[in-house]
Structures are given as C-alpha cells and as structure tokens.
C-alpha cells in the first residue's frame, strides 16, 4: 500500500479525515516548510484585513477593538457629506482616468516604433536607456524633477529663457501637479512597459509578415493587420489589471510631489488617509476611507475579470 | 525583408530622431543633476549649469561624505537590503515549492489565500495598529517582515517549481533523501535562475523602501536612505556645522548641490548593478507573463 501511494502519489487519494491526516503526517516536511508563509500571509495580510471592522467604531487605541465603541455607518456618511472627501476622490478619479488615458498607451506606441528600428545595435542602446528610469525610486525621480523643473535653478526654465519665456515655477501651481504625476509616471515607467509587448511582438509568427509582403502590403498595413492583432490579448489583460488598480495610482509617487502649493489638485485618497490618519490619527475615519477604496478596487477587478472571460475566453484568476 | 516605399524610408527617418529624442530626454536629467552636483553654488543659484558643470568643485560631495547621517542611512539601507532580499527569497521559496508539490494536498487553499490578498487589500490603520501592537514600531523588521513574500513573486515561483520535472524530486526519494535534503540539494540549485531575478527585483525595492520606512520608523537615526534623502531635498537650508571650516562657502547658501550629490550617491548602486538586472529583468517578466 505504501509502496503504490510513493509511486503514483496523485492517485492515493483517500476519503475520511483520519487518511489526511496520516497524508499530512507522511509529508509533514513539506507542510512544515510552508508553515511559516502561512502564517505570515495570515499575520501580515489577514490579521489588518479583519483588523478593518474598526471602520464601524469610534476606535481608541487604548480601549483596542474590543473596547471601542460601535458607530455603523457613521464614518461613511461623515465621509460622503465632507468637502474634503469629495474633492480628493475626485483628484484620485481624474489622476486614474489621466493614467488610463496617457500612461497605459504609452509603453504599446513606444513597443512598435521600437520594433521598426532595425539596426539591432541600435535598438539595444535605446532600450537599456529607456528601461533605466524604471529601477529609480521615486524619493529620486521627484528629486531630479524638482531639481530641473525649479524656477530658478532648473534646466527647464533655463531652456524656457531662451525663448523668451518667464520661468515658471511648474511644482509650485496646482495647474501643472496632474500633469507632472502623468508625466513623471510615463517618464519612469513607459519604457520598462514595452518589455511585455516586445516579447509578444517577437513571439509572432515571421511567416505571416511574408505573406502579407508578397501581398504588396507596407510596413503600416502590416502593423494595422498583424502586429495590433497580435497584441491585443497581451493589451486587453494588462487593461484590466490596470482597470482593477484605477484608484491605486500610488501613494509615494504622489506624496513626493506635493507641497502646499500644489495639494489642493494633487492630493489622492492615499495622501489623505496617511496625512489624517497616521499623522492626525484619525483612525475609524481614514480606515472607513480605505475599505471604501479596496471595496471599489475589488468591484473593478470583478468587472475586469468578467470582462476577461467574455473576451479573451480566460479569466485574469 | 525588404523595406517597401519611400514613405517608410521617411517614417525610418522620423522615428528614429523621436526614438533618440526620447532616449535623450529619459537620459539628459541625470546628465544635468551630475552637472550640478559638480558645480559651484553660486553657479547653480544663477542658473547657469545645464549639461556641463560650472565653476567645477567636489565640495558638494565631501559634505555628503562628512556627513555621519548619511552614512547611518546608507549602512541601513545596506543592511535591509541584503537581510531582506534573503528573507524574501527564502520566505517565498519556502512557501511556493512545496505548494507546487502534487504531494501537497490542501495547495488550492493556499494558493486562494495567497490570490485573496492580491485582489483585496487592508486599508493603512489595520496594519499600522498590527506593527504597534507587534512592537514593531522603529525598528528595522517593520521595514523587512510585511512584504516578506510578494504575492506577484509567489506565483513567479510557483509557476517555476510547477515546471520543474517530477523525475528528479522521485530520483532523489528513490535515493533515500527526506524532503529537506530534496529542497536543499536537488532543488535549490535547479531554482537559482529564478532566484536570481526575483532577488533583483526584492533587492531593488528594499533599496528603494520609502513608503513603510515613512509609516514604521520615526527615530531620525533609524531612517533609510530614502527617507534621508528625501528630507534633504524638501529642505531649504542643510544647517552646515559652522565650526566645519572647509564647508564655510556651503553655509546660508542654497543647498541646491548638495541636493543633487545626494541624488547621485543614492543612484550610483542603482546604476551600478543595472547591467546586471537587465540581464535579469527581461527574464523576470517572461516567467511572470506565463503565469498570467
């Protein structure tokens, strides 16, 4: 009986709990092994997730949870009524649509001019440079930033002054903080983006783009016709995980470009729950704001995931 | 292949200068902060150092160099990098090879616990009280342990280990080994392509560490580099010790190179190890890709 279940382990499965656990005990080592990720999913990952509930309380950190009073829905009735609230999801709305917008485009437009460039020395050298950006933090990219976008220092204004412009001091007005988030966001990350595409480019089938140049169709037609079509399942899925993420465009990214100049358009939900809630401890209010977030974010996902099915036939999970 | 046309001769053309303009500009800001980590105060304040440096002086990298924070900063950095990275690695290997077991039965449980986490995350509070309460607060493990396995790095792996041939782990029981010695000898050294770039990419976001470093840690010594540099940059005067003499011309002057020096410090390791991760990177993402 040992002997048969060592050597086809898959087919030994038996009913009853007393089986699992001798199951378990022949192969304690490995469940051993797994033991201490386990836990740490459930200390780390599940312990917060229930630790939300504080959201329906007027939480006291020295009474804890089973201390503090149970207040409903107060918190998300305060939140929807506030001035604040609104108008920082709504900050976090626009940024997330500027995002999907601008920034999600971006890496598949750069993955086909890339894909035109013959000269493969070349076209290594253009990679290694526009992959870079992506490792640097964004305490560094913010720096650099501020650094060449400063009004009188910066490399910017000193181009702007050539033609005649004033120097304009792009972090200081809220007018520019979106578009410096954007831009910033498509800056570091829209070259280490086209990894993925350029992997589905080079997976096409060569015998296809023959074809159609025995068809006399030019490179253009060919993109139209078989690179894009090529691509799309690769550009559907990252769409919906980028959907299923909308209100998390990022909190670093975010905070290291405000000031109180600029923070009235530039402030997200993040920000917000980390200024009023870990600096003004105000903890019910923020984790109401948070679990209205992650809440959101799930409903995106399932949409996405819904929509992957209909779509591409497989789901994202 | 032959290429088609003068229109696409002209699209060639084009392309490649829009390429190398946007090479250029992922490129020139890091050009232009080396200049003005170079370059003379006066010099910067006046707005003169574009891409060359002015007034040429090391004097903003000897301050950061004099400066003992910096280093403390660094030496953590340093350190949570390398202990973490290795916590990581082993914490995510641990969990994901015997999970990618036939042998280990219960692993769709795991592998729900794992992809619930990924969907549906706590809000800031829950895991700010469970590291207060942890007795986490300002010390270095609040920086290590919460991301000791990433979930996106856990499928990476698991979907490694699936692929791995089940010959060898019955190869090695066949020889009389225990499950250990099998992990250990057989299949951690088939792991070490994946080790290598999942490494990477923990190390880099240790290096990078910010955000928790920010939420965890309030003892300015205990501070990584980022949150260090960070304070620098935001900050209008870096109070220059008066009794330092050989920093004299820095003082009530704008710090504006010191800034950038620091940048430079903190990018250099980056840059450094950069061959080595694009080596790794491309690879990263393709067994990532498959997973997905």
Request: proline content about 4%.
């Amino acid at each position: 009986m040992a002997v048969k279940a060592e050597a086809a382990p898959v087919r030994a499965r038996r009913s009853g709990s007393a089986g699992i656990g001798r199951w378990i005990w022949k192969y304690r080592a490995l469940y051993l092994m797994s033991l201490p990720g386990i836990v740490f999913f459930l200390v780390f990952k599940y312990i917060p997730l229930a630790g939300s509930v504080i959201a329906f309380q007027n939480y006291n950190i020295f009474s804890g949870i089973a201390g503090s009073e149970w207040v409903g829905l107060e918190h998300f009735r305060t939140m929807f009524a506030h001035y604040d609230f609104l108008r920082i999801l709504n900050n976090t709305l626009l940024i997330g649509l500027y995002d999907v917008v601008f920034a999600f485009p971006a890496p598949i437009v750069l993955a086909l001019l890339l894909n035109e460039v013959r000269k493969v020395v070349y076209k290594r050298l253009l990679q290694t440079v526009v992959y870079m950006p992506h490792f640097l933090s964004w305490v560094i990219v913010s720096g650099i930033a501020i650094g060449i976008f400063s009004p009188s220092t910066g490399a910017v204004n000193h181009l702007l002054g050539w033609f005649g412009i004033e120097p304009i001091y792009f972090l200081g007005e809220e007018s520019y903080i979106r578009s410096i988030l954007i831009g910033s966001g498509i800056w570091r990350d829209s070259g280490y983006g086209t990894i993925i595409y350029l992997a589905a480019i080079a997976g096409i089938n060569p015998e296809l783009y023959e074809a159609a140049e025995v068809d006399g169709a030019n490179r253009w037609r060919q993109t139209l016709a078989i690179t894009l079509p090529a691509l799309l399942p690769t550009i559907t899925i990252l769409f919906l995980l980028h959907i299923g993420r909308f209100l998390d465009f990022g909190f670093e990214r975010v905070l290291v470009f405000l000031n109180p100049l600029n923070v009235a358009k530039g402030e997200i939900l993040d920000t917000y729950i980390y200024q009023q809630g870990l600096l003004q401890q105000q903890y019910s209010y923020t984790t109401a704001m948070g679990l209205f977030k992650s809440v959101i974010g799930l409903v995106l996902v399932l949409i996405g995931n819904f929509l992957s099915k209909k779509t591409t036939g497989s789901g994202l999970y | 292949m032959r290429n088609s046309g003068w229109g696409y001769s002209l699209f060639t053309v084009v392309n490649l200068i829009f390429l190398t303009a946007l090479a250029l500009i992922m490129f020139l800001p890091f050009v232009n902060v080396i200049a003005q980590s170079f370059s003379s105060t006066n010099a910067i304040t006046t707005g003169r150092v574009v891409f060359w440096p002015v007034e040429a002086t090391t004097i903003h990298y000897r301050y950061v160099f004099s400066d003992a924070s910096i280093w403390r900063s660094f030496g953590i950095t340093v350190y949570i990098t390398l202990l973490g990275t290795l916590l990581n690695l082993a914490a995510t290997a641990m969990l994901a090879y015997p999970v990618s077991r036939q042998e280990y039965k219960g692993r769709n449980l795991v592998v729900l616990l794992v992809l619930v986490t990924m969907i549906f995350s706590a809000p800031l509070i829950p895991n700010f009280i469970l590291i207060k309460s942890l007795g986490l607060m300002n010390s270095l493990w609040a920086l290590m342990l919460p991301g000791a396995i990433s979930a996106f790095n856990f499928f990476v792996m698991l979907s490694f280990f699936r692929e791995l041939p089940a010959e060898l782990i019955d190869a090695g029981r066949i020889d009389g080994c225990g499950e250990w010695r099998i992990a250990a000898s057989i299949v951690l050294p088939l792991s070490k392509p994946v080790m290598a770039s999942l490494g990477i990419f923990y190390a880099v976001s240790h290096w990078n560490t910010f955000m928790s470093a920010l939420y965890y840690i309030n003892k300015p010594n205990l501070y990584p580099l980022q949150v260090k540099l960070r304070q620098m940059i935001v900050s209008d005067d870096i109070a220059v010790d008066p009794s330092a003499t050989q920093f004299s011309e820095l003082a009530h002057s704008s710090p504006e190179g010191i800034k950038m020096a620091v940048i430079m410090v903190a990018t250099l390791p980056i840059i450094l190890v950069y061959p080595l991760l694009q080596r790794h990177f491309v690879k990263g993402m393709m067994i990532g890709s498959i997973k997905s």
